[in-house]
């Protein structure tokens, strides 16, 4: 499915809700907010109105969509799973191996799993490494966490860290405090949280981010300022609404950079 996420060429939703819609389970202040329970509780765009907590739904795999990523010609970023968390506690692990089969059979696509929940991800993929013997994941493959706080960062990059992936990246969005990133991966997008009451984000610690970046030669996307952006501890107004248009961003963070591409 096309997308309006910048970093991405296309979302691959292949976990969903039998009958329609989506579920997932939060588990982070990242998740307050979550963009994809917002958009499930609306029949409209196809949502079951299932809050995100509690035990979940009978859900399906689409192995349609995972059989067909070998036959696409045209090369493309594919975004797996963006309305759940593909390592959640919930999935079966045969699916999870499943997906990784279907990017495996297509190594002219770049697929991108993000999770909030690293160490799973961690487990599950050195049982498919070994299972398949293989001593790293194919670099199509980009293994991404999410860390919107020291907290999460400091939980979850070291976990990240362990999974042998050419590309392991990180999303600090939504970003809600400073962060000190200590080891930093190879690619990192940031950027404030977008849609009504949206928390906070200071351009500062955008740009602290963009520096840690900058200064360990990491490539960074800086993705929208969020639509509650401060400065200096005022209010930084953009018309857009998310503050994603980069012309209305301060010069020194116009900056969407990608991990430079290697295949196998
Ligand atoms: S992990 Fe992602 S999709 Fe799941 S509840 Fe949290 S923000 Fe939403």
């Known amino acids: 499915m096309s997308t309006n996420i910048e970093w991405t060429d296309q979302t691959d939703n292949i976990i969903r809700v039998k009958g329609g819609g989506w579920w997932c389970q939060k588990v982070s202040e990242g998740c307050a907010k979550c963009y994809s329970e917002k958009l499930n509780q609306n029949s409209f765009f196809g949502g079951n109105k299932l809050p995100y907590s509690g035990l979940a739904p009978e859900l399906e795999l689409d192995t349609e969509t995972i059989r067909k990523w070998g036959f696409q010609r045209k ?6 799973a963006s309305m759940t968390d593909v390592f959640g506690e919930w999935v079966p692990r045969h699916w999870q191996h499943e997906m ?30 070994s299972c ?10 980009w293994v991404g966490t999410s860390t919107e706080n020291q907290q999460t960062a400091d939980k979850r990059i070291p976990i990240l860290l362990q999974i042998p992936a050419v590309v ?43 520096q840690q970046c900058q200064q360990s030669n990491t490539k960074v996307f800086v993705k929208q300022l969020g639509a509650n952006a401060k400065f200096g501890g005022q209010q930084f107004q953009t018309r857009d609404k998310k503050g994603g248009d980069i012309e209305e961003f301060p010069e020194q963070l116009r900056i969407r950079e990608f991990p430079v591409l290697v295949r196998d």
């Open 75 to 80: 090369s493309k970023n594919h975004f797996v």
């Open 100 to 129: 990784l089969d279907g990017m495996f059979a297509a190594p002219k696509q770049t697929f991108q799993i993000l999770t909030k929940r690293p160490e799973i991800m961690l487990s599950s993929m050195d049982e498919w490494l």
């Open 132 to 141: 398949r013997g293989l001593d790293k994941l194919p670099s199509n493959i």
């Open 168 to 210: 392991r990246f990180l999303s600090c969005e939504p970003l809600l405090g400073e962060i000190d990133l200590k080891i930093i991966p190879n690619w990192v997008i940031c950027g404030g949280e977008s849609g009504p009451n949206s928390r906070p984000c200071h351009i500062e610690w955008i740009n602290s981010i963009v």
